[in-house]
């Protein structure tokens, strides 16, 4: 399962993507599989709670990201795909019941993508607050 949200803040805004260790591993083989080059685009979310949809998409230039016709766009290149996938492969072989991991490009103003395991439940996801 996986569930993500969108933090707008004028400090230090980012995306949150809560899942369990399946959901992340998921996210892994998504990623792993744009960086591979078997598809440009893929959509993660979940019907499961009312949650944001995010639309992970290969480009040429680094990626950002952005929020288009009630989804999140998160641009990547193939390289910072297959580096974002290891890096969920790396934290869920720990097996840790809780943590996350922050995956960012480096870029100016870039919005950074927290992965995080065991740290919310589906009652955080569904408040007002970020709707």
């Known amino acids: 399962m996986l569930s993500v949200a969108h933090m707008p803040s004028d400090f230090h805004p980012l995306v949150l993507i809560h899942a369990d260790l399946v959901g992340v591993t998921e996210l892994a083989k998504i990623l792993d599989s744009l960086a591979d080059g078997k598809s440009s685009e893929a959509l993660v ?7 944001a949809a ?6 040429e230039c680094e990626g950002l990201f952005a929020e288009v016709d009630d989804a999140l ?3 990547l290149t193939k390289e910072m795909a297959a580096n974002h996938a290891s890096d969920l492969i790396g934290f869920v072989s720990r097996n840790e019941l809780s943590g996350s991991v922050i995956l960012e490009n480096g870029i100016l103003d870039e919005t950074p993508i927290k992965v995080t395991v065991g740290e919310f439940d589906d009652a955080f996801f569904t408040d007002s607050a970020l709707q």
Do not use: R
Request: hydrophobic fraction near 45%.
């Open 45 to 51: 979310g979940s019907n499961e709670v009312k949650t």
């Open 54 to 59: 995010l639309v992970i998409q290969v480009v």
């Open 73 to 75: 766009h998160w641009y």
